[in-house]
């Protein structure tokens, strides 16, 4: 059944389009840079309450990537897709594509564009890594949807639309199985809504002796000034 609905979702329903749009959702790369720049400008022109959430957001990104998601893919070793069944396209962004198309302009040989690499797998059980469980993916978007929908309400609710679209790109590319997104999401929406509750609490706790004035004027993470 997992079977027919990743092929559902990798092969029939797709489109040059879509390969596209889901092959930039799961790049990491293509965002790192507007992420570090957005990150800076709230660090230093916002306020408390922005502050506050970035500290929570990579707090929290720190637990779901580095402890639960990195902890659960050596315990469980479930292999991914394209390690295991043949056919599975395999799409990506070919981020080294401007600098190469550069230089083949320069020396006048023809290009014919591409931006994105399709392949499709051909396993060798010999070479599976077994890290598709969970979707660190899935876990970090999710859980920052929630920070952000804790702190900024029907704004951050907003959020979750990129979310979804990064989780349902992870498996129509062909790194993870349905059912790796679906327990992921499950999984993030537990855990943040957890340690949201802790980092209240600690701040509550703690706040009035480490930071007294600031606690005054913020006696909750979110709740803003007072």
Avoid at 40 to 46: D, F, Q, S, V
Avoid at 131 to 157: E, I, K, Q
Avoid at 207 to 223: A, D, H, I, Y
């Amino acid at each position: 059944m997992e079977e027919k609905l990743l092929t559902l979702i990798n092969r029939d329903c797709t489109s040059p389009g879509l390969d596209a749009v889901m092959a930039a959702m799961s790049s990491l790369n293509l965002w790192i840079i507007p992420i570090a720049l957005l990150v800076a400008a709230l660090a230093i022109y916002g306020g408390f309450r922005e502050r506050a959430m970035l500290v929570v957001l990579i707090l929290t990104i720190i637990v779901s990537d580095s402890i639960v998601g990195n902890g659960l893919k050596h315990l469980i070793r479930r292999p991914r897709p394209n390690e295991v069944v043949a056919g599975v396209r395999i799409v990506a962004l070919d981020l080294h594509h401007p600098l190469a198309r550069l230089r083949e302009a320069l020396s006048s040989q023809p290009v014919q564009p591409s931006w994105i690499s399709v392949t499709k797998s051909r396993p060798d059980p010999n070479t599976a890594r077994g890290r598709s469980f969970p979707s660190d993916h899935t876990l970090n978007n999710v859980c920052a949807a929630m920070v952000l929908t804790w702190f900024y309400r029907r704004f951050g609710r907003l959020y979750f639309i990129p979310a979804g679209l990064v989780s349902y790109s992870r498996i129509y590319v062909g790194s993870h199985w349905p059912s790796d997104v679906a327990i992921s999401i499950v999984m993030a929406l537990g855990m943040s809504l957890v340690l949201l509750a802790l980092y209240e609490y600690l701040w509550r706790k703690l706040g009035p002796r480490v930071m007294p004035k600031t606690f005054e004027r913020n006696q909750s993470l979110w709740g803003g000034t007072r």
